[in-house]
């Protein structure tokens, strides 16, 4: 059965949607950036039914100033209330829960691992997470660089170039930030340091052709998250997909996977 209520979050109303189920485990799923509890392509929705059809209750919720909840959006940085307050609703709603799985993709991957420490959460799942902000309009360097590295590999790519159908500026920008020296932000040392302090099971999905998942791989390897690589509960996977959301049948086969079995 699936129902909506409404909770509240520092005088503000916020909407949620709770699955039921029958199991003492739960999913908590949070939205990234200014996207509905519904998600894209209604893929959190269709996560959430195919969760619950597995016996878990599922929660997902508008934070506020986004869909039908109240209140200012002031992004993901400032969510932590919201996620406490989630988790508090649910936790009422279903009152059999004894432990709670959740998922976020994008920022609400970076909101989880920044926000848990407020909030209680036994597992994460998360999914190509954000952790190297934009400078400008362009992409992260590591993501331009492989959309090149694959371009270079297809012969239509090399004709488009020599024919002159190839936006020789754009490509000078892209070159131009790729030489850039790397910079470590202090996003990344944030969620390096929280990961590598965590005890709680993690997994952490990257798509191989999603730029932000690159930009994450990248950053992985870096001094900021040292420490993190060798916590064992952390876990990679790695699929190859251009999706950021799971939009195609077998990356959303994954996922479903992977949420039951940290669920199970």
């Avoid at 362009?138 to 694959?150: G, S, W």
Wanted: charged share 20%.
């Amino acid at each position: 059965m699936r129902r909506s209520l409404i909770f509240t979050c520092e005088g503000s109303e916020l909407v949620g949607t709770l699955d039921t189920g029958d199991s003492t485990t739960g999913l908590l799923i949070v939205s990234g950036g200014n996207e509905i509890r519904i998600g894209a392509h209604r893929g959190m929705a269709e996560l959430a039914a195919a969760v619950a059809l597995e016996g878990h209750p599922v929660f997902r919720f508008d934070r506020r100033g986004i869909g039908d909840s109240d209140g200012v959006n002031a992004g993901y940085s400032s969510s932590g209330p919201d996620i406490a307050a989630a988790i508090a609703a649910f936790r009422r709603e279903a009152p059999a829960l004894s432990r709670i799985v959740a998922f976020g993709n994008c920022d609400a991957a970076t909101a989880l691992v920044v926000h848990r420490a407020d909030a209680a959460i036994d597992s994460l799942v998360l999914a190509n997470p954000w952790v190297v902000p934009p400078i400008d309009d362009l992409p992260p360097a590591a993501a331009i660089k492989n959309r090149y590295v694959r371009r270079m590999r297809d012969p239509a790519a090399w004709a488009a170039l020599l024919t002159g159908r190839i936006d020789m500026r754009a490509l000078g920008r892209g070159l131009g930030r790729i030489a850039m020296p790397k910079r470590e932000t202090s996003l990344a040392d944030s969620c390096g340091n929280l990961l590598a302090a965590s005890q709680i099971p993690t997994q952490i999905l990257l798509a191989s052709d999603d730029g932000t998942a690159v930009a994450f791989a990248d950053a992985w390897q870096s001094d900021a998250f040292a420490a993190a690589r060798t916590n064992p509960s952390i876990r990679i996977i790695d699929f190859d997909s251009p999706s950021h959301s799971f939009a195609n049948a077998a990356d959303f086969a994954l996922l479903l996977q992977t949420v039951v079995d940290a669920l199970n």
